[in-house]
């Protein structure tokens, strides 16, 4: 016999199997409820009033960079003393203007005094020497010459002797052997005459090529004792061309060694600009690009003339000329800022720069919604900058707006919910 079912209502009715799919479908709305209100871990309220914002705008990107230089001498001297000594005297201080040959410092030197004595008394030790050589050749000269005078009046005397007993032995009124004997001397004589000449001949020679030598080094220790008293000349240091002294490192009583640089001299006739620039622009930065600063409520121009290939401490140095008119009271020393042109103006999309590029290099940046209650991390890719602007290649567009304050409470929160924005 079967047995009609209860039909369950009321409180009973929910704990059926029938009630199982609503009790599925309550379960998950539920679920989505509690993820739509939950605070999310990623979400950070922080204060508007604190933050900078930026529009992000459309407009023409201007390709330059601010740097500062230092005006320098376009012409820059060292001094530094050929011969070492001791600081004696100092003529001129160091800012004053010098004409070429002024002297300006006077050095010591007592070994310097000592080799000039000894150079000059060596000096007339090799004149006395010259001298007496001249005298003793010239004695062995008349020597030689008293001795073939002789010989050869003892060959005019032996040839008559010997024509004398030529006659006689024609005659046979003597005997040959006489003749003969006469004959001997004469020939003897005549030869004894020859050897004399012929040492005559090469006594003057060698005269000739002792003394040429000996007053060759006579010359030499002449020239050797006026390169040591120029050495004493240059002692004292004097101006190389019209100019500014713009630096005296020496002080009296101060030992300087030769080659030391103790100063310089500026000319003052045209000047550069020395900068230090940041490496990141080392691949852009090329000789003739143009700059421009501001100086007494004027505009001057300026190019580059030499960029230094190494970097120290981040950064390399580039020279700059003037390309017009220079500033009036310039001087050594002054800082210009100068604006650097890298490229040509061109239409881009823009954010002001600030210091969350510090934080995140460029690569994202906390982008406001619509309302401005909300700020969400977006990825973005920054190109060029200047010293007001980033060029934003990816990632935002004209008309949003940005946080660009630093971002170093934020953490690594996705999302930003901003109270009291202003």
Do not use: C
């Amino acid at each position: 016999m079967d047995r009609a079912i209860e039909k369950k209502t009321g409180i009973r009715a929910i704990f059926t199997k029938k009630a199982l799919p609503w009790w599925g479908a309550a379960l998950l709305a539920g679920l989505v409820i509690w993820i739509a209100v939950r605070p999310d871990h990623s979400t950070l309220r922080v204060g508007g009033s604190t933050l900078t914002f930026s529009d992000v705008i459309s407009g023409e990107f201007n390709d330059y960079i601010r740097i500062s230089g230092q005006v320098q001498p376009m012409t820059t001297i060292q001094l530094s003393p050929l011969e070492g000594g001791v600081v004696e005297d100092i003529m001129i201080e160091e800012g004053n203007h010098v004409k070429k040959g002024d002297r300006i410092l006077r050095l010591s030197n007592e070994n310097l005094d000592l080799q000039i004595l000894n150079s000059e008394a060596e000096l007339a030790e090799k004149e006395n020497i010259l001298r007496n050589t001249m005298i003793s050749m010239e004695q062995q000269k008349l020597s030689v010459k008293q001795e073939r005078m002789q010989l050869q009046m003892e060959v005019r005397r032996t040839g008559r002797a010997y024509e004398q007993q030529k006659a006689l032995y024609d005659e046979g009124l003597i005997a040959r052997e006489v003749w003969l004997k006469a004959e001997e001397e004469y020939i003897l004589a005549k030869d004894k005459l020859e050897l004399v000449k012929d040492r005559e001949l090469q006594d003057s020679l060698y005269r000739s090529v002792q003394v040429e030598q000996m007053e060759e080094s006579l010359r030499n220790m002449k020239l050797n004792m006026q390169m040591i008293r120029k050495r004493k000349e240059n002692l004292t240091i004097t101006a190389p061309i019209d100019g500014e002294l713009g630096l005296l490192d020496a002080v009296l009583g101060q030992s300087v060694a030769s080659g030391t640089k103790i100063g310089q001299i500026n000319d003052l006739g045209s000047y550069k600009i020395e900068a230090q620039i940041d490496e990141h622009y080392i691949d852009r930065v090329t000789a003739g690009l143009e700059a421009m600063f501001e100086r007494q409520n004027e505009s001057f121009h300026a190019v580059i003339r030499k960029v230094y290939p190494e970097v120290r401490d981040g950064k390399f140095k580039a020279d700059f000329k003037f390309s017009g008119p220079q500033p009036e009271n310039i001087r050594t020393g002054q800082t210009y800022y100068l604006n650097l042109q890298l490229g040509q103006p061109e239409e881009a999309v823009l954010i002001k720069k600030g210091t969350f590029y510090q934080q995140t290099g460029g690569r994202w940046i906390y982008v406001l919604d619509p309302d401005g209650t909300r700020a969400t991390k977006r990825h973005i890719r920054i190109g060029r900058q200047n010293p007001q602007y980033y060029e934003v290649l990816e990632g935002l567009e004209p008309g949003e707006r940005a946080i660009i304050s630093g971002y170093g409470s934020f953490g690594d929160n996705d999302v930003l919910v901003l109270r009291n924005t202003k």
